[in-house]
């Protein structure tokens, strides 16, 4: 077994010598054919249409840890809500996502009518060529994002990466990703709510006049209790709707919150038996006043945490920020006519070789005599 293993190496060193003296003694279409294969895929690289990368550097917002703890204690139970709204943690991928996303790619192709550009009429096919000519890369150790778009028009490659940065921009403000986002568009809406029915309930007041007999009761007295618990109830209904988002119904937060409502409730019905018997006047204006004081109560409380809510997310920097916009590439990164020359000439060595050992038995046998 051994000595048949010795013959063969021993065959295989003589065959590969004679392969070599074969090629050199074809030096001289070896060198030919390569040359004529490199001239070749030199002029041909003249042939592919320039292609130019633009490049854009995003920083997305930064999660630090909000300043309004301090004021949330201050303000009783309404300050329970922007818990509720918090924790939510907006990693780089949730951006590199949005950028990736059918509604930016929609709105991209919208915007430079890429339709005409790519000749195709499926959205489908468009949104796939845009996607191939788009790179988007999340830095791991920066941080940044990295937009590279590419394009035979350095103009359009330039605005169109510039335009990821804008529609992301747009994009993350509509969504509101961030824990401080999140917590500023929810008071945003509460107040407006709370701010038109207070313009209500002030017009409601102003327009039932004050009779003798009502100004004989105390309104603080009268309404303050009742309203206070109004008020707590409404801040109980509204922490109950955002539990219900992110926790299930058999949740300890969720039941107690559901149980401080019920027992508001019936201290409520409670104290309105307690006041019908009072004058029809008296009633009428004691009701109007107690709405009045109760919308504005609220409102104040809401005023408070929005601007909390907007001075921690001027500090976060919601919006995205683009570090390096981009620019008008001078280069183009394709075609490389290095690459595409070194291969031809590679090809065709290969190709005259196989020509050469196929096309010429008689020489290799020569050669090996």
């Given at each position: 077994m051994q000595t048949r293993k010795t013959e063969l190496q021993s065959s295989e060193k003589p065959e590969l010598i004679d392969h070599f003296k074969l090629l050199v003694k074809n030096y001289k279409i070896l060198t030919f054919a390569v040359l004529t294969a490199t001239i070749s895929g030199y002029g041909a690289s003249f042939l592919v249409t320039p292609t130019y990368t633009a490049k854009v550097t995003l920083l997305p917002p930064q999660q630090q840890s909000s300043s309004a703890s301090a004021m949330?204690?201050?303000?009783?139970?309404?300050?329970?809500?922007?818990?509720?709204?918090?924790g939510l943690k907006s990693p780089i991928d949730q951006y590199v996502a949005i950028l990736e996303s059918r509604t930016v790619a929609d709105r991209i192709v919208h915007r430079f009518h890429f339709e005409e550009v790519y000749k195709k009429a499926l959205k489908s096919s468009i949104r796939k060529e845009l996607s191939a000519n788009t790179q988007i890369t999340a830095g791991r150790k920066d941080g940044l994002i990295y937009i590279e778009f590419e394009d035979q028009d350095p103009q359009r490659a330039a605005d169109v990466a510039n335009a990821y940065a804008e529609e992301l921009q747009t994009r993350t403000t509509e969504l509101a990703l961030t824990e401080l986002q999140q917590r500023r568009k929810f008071f945003e809406n509460q107040t407006e709510k709370v701010r038109k029915r207070l313009v209500e309930a002030q017009a409601s007041l102003q327009s039932a006049g004050i009779s003798t007999n009502a100004l004989k009761v105390e309104p603080r007295t009268a309404v303050g209790g009742l309203a206070s618990l109004q008020a707590e109830l409404a801040t109980t209904e509204v922490r109950i709707n955002t539990l219900a988002?992110?926790?299930?119904?058999?949740?300890?937060?969720?039941?107690?919150?559901?149980?401080?409502?019920?027992?508001?409730?019936?201290?409520?019905?409670?104290?309105?038996?307690?006041?019908?018997?009072?004058?029809?006047?008296?009633l009428g204006y004691i009701d109007l006043l107690r709405e009045y004081k109760y919308q504005e109560a609220i409102y104040e409380a809401l005023s408070k945490q929005l601007e909390s809510a907007r001075l921690d997310e001027s500090r976060e920097g919601a919006q995205v920020q683009i570090v390096d916009a981009a620019t008008i590439p001078d280069l183009k990164t394709k075609p490389k006519r290095a690459a595409i020359t070194a291969a031809a000439g590679i090809f065709g060595l290969l190709l005259t070789c196989l020509w050469i050992f196929l096309a010429q038995p008689k020489n290799a046998s020569r050669a090996q005599e």
């Open positions: 949330l204690a201050s303000l009783g139970s309404i300050g329970g809500l922007a818990g509720s709204v918090a988002s992110r926790l299930t119904p058999d949740a300890p937060e969720y039941r107690e919150a559901i149980a401080k409502r019920d027992a508001i409730k019936t201290q409520i019905s409670g104290q309105s038996r307690e006041s019908s018997n009072g004058s029809k006047t008296q």
